[in-house]
């Protein structure tokens, strides 16, 4: 099995103080390394208690950016995990649109239309709990990117400029195209308003959704490209609010086939379920998943190995150097447990 990362952890995941010393060869060094926090629990409790840990209000307009998960797809994380942590921020979950559809015979799971989007997400059991606002429902706008290698913008859901602080809660798991998803692409794709993915997922090729050209070679050729253009906009969101009241990144590692909510039919889960991460830093967040992933031994009921030969085939670690490089965050952190 090849290694995504050049550092392995200390025996004991559990262990206060593990660190992670990895860093590309052209990613710029940083002066501190970040802190990463661990709890077991995959409770709504626990999920209340990674918050608090980090030590930072959620304050104003808080939006609470998750997927809610595609019609057939049962791994999204589910209205009563996250329950305790919207109603103490007194959070609306924001979502937007997809740049594409389930499928001949599979409309009734579509999410690429408000009207549809919103029978999922009443099906999936969020709408009776929550406020949810499909931030695109009615426009988009043009945030600026630090990173213009690929992008001259980010293109997110207007209802974006409702919102003072974001909680990007993230589910770990595999992707079809990125090789993982985390907390990079929660912010990049998660955020982009149907525009927005297109122009994401075409390394800045295409800026309004064409669904004939989208999927082609000549607009989606260019995978590293792609994953840069996913940190570039990352970026573009996590300083939209930074400007303004401020955000933290929480990542669950539960239900972790290789396929993304946004799959309607998703491979086997084959990992057991591992605990919830929490970082002011995105980018250790995704490395240190990434890590925990890497170092997890092949069991009968555990079983890494697809999961990593996704993330290697699509070269999802590039995500995460490229996020480094442009100074969205660091790859090196200490990872805190919070349990007793």
């Known amino acids: 099995m090849k290694k995504l990362a050049l550092f392995a952890f200390a025996a004991a995941l559990m262990l206060v103080g593990c660190k992670n010393n990895n860093q590309t060869a052209e990613a710029q060094p940083a002066e501190e390394e970040a802190v990463v926090y661990l ?20 304050e104003g307009r808080v939006a609470v950016k998750m997927s809610t998960g595609e019609g057939s797809n049962p791994n999204y994380l589910k209205p009563e ?11 609306t979950i924001v979502e937007c649109n997809t740049a594409y559809s389930s499928g001949p015979g599979n409309e009734q799971d579509d999410r690429n239309n408000s009207a549809n989007h919103w029978k999922v997400i009443e099906r999936h059991g969020f709408t009776p709990l929550f406020k949810v606002d499909i931030m695109d429902e009615e426009g988009e706008m043009r945030i600026p990117v630090q990173d213009t290698t690929h992008l001259k913008y980010d293109i997110v859901g ?12 993230n589910h770990f798991k595999g992707h079809p195209m990125g090789g993982y998803g985390g ?15 297109a122009y994401i ?8 959704l064409d669904m004939a050209k989208l999927w082609t070679p ?18 573009a969101v996590t300083d939209y609010f930074r400007a303004k009241k401020g955000i933290i990144y929480i990542s669950v ?8 909510d946004c799959v309607d039919h998703p491979a086997p889960v084959k990992l057991e379920d591992y605990g919830i991460l929490a970082s002011t830093d995105p980018v250790a967040l995704d490395q240190a998943c990434i890590d925990i992933i890497n170092n ?26 490229w996020a480094e490089k442009i100074g969205l965050g660091t790859r090196k952190y200490t990872l805190v447990s919070i349990d007793k």
């Open 183 to 197: 907390a990079l692409k929660n912010l990049s794709i998660g955020c982009g308003s149907a525009n927005g993915k």
């Open 253 to 260: 590692m539960n239900n972790m086939s290789i396929d993304c």
């Open 39 to 58: 709890t077991k629990d995959i409770s709504p409790e626990g999920l209340v208690a990674i918050y608090k840990a980090l030590g930072v209000e959620a």
């Open 201 to 208: 997922h075409s390394s800045g090729k295409m800026e309004v």
């Open 296 to 321: 997890q031994q092949v069991t009968a009921t555990n079983d890494p190995t697809d999961l990593l030969s996704r993330i290697d085939k699509q070269h999802g670690i590039h995500t995460i150097e």
């Open 81 to 91: 995990l996250i329950k305790l942590l919207v109603e103490k921020v007194n959070g």
């Open 218 to 235: 000549e607009y989606i050729g260019d995978q590293d490209g792609f994953l840069e253009s996913m940190a570039a906009a990352a970026q």
């Open 158 to 169: 207007s209802h974006m400029a409702n919102y003072d602080f974001m909680i990007a809660l």
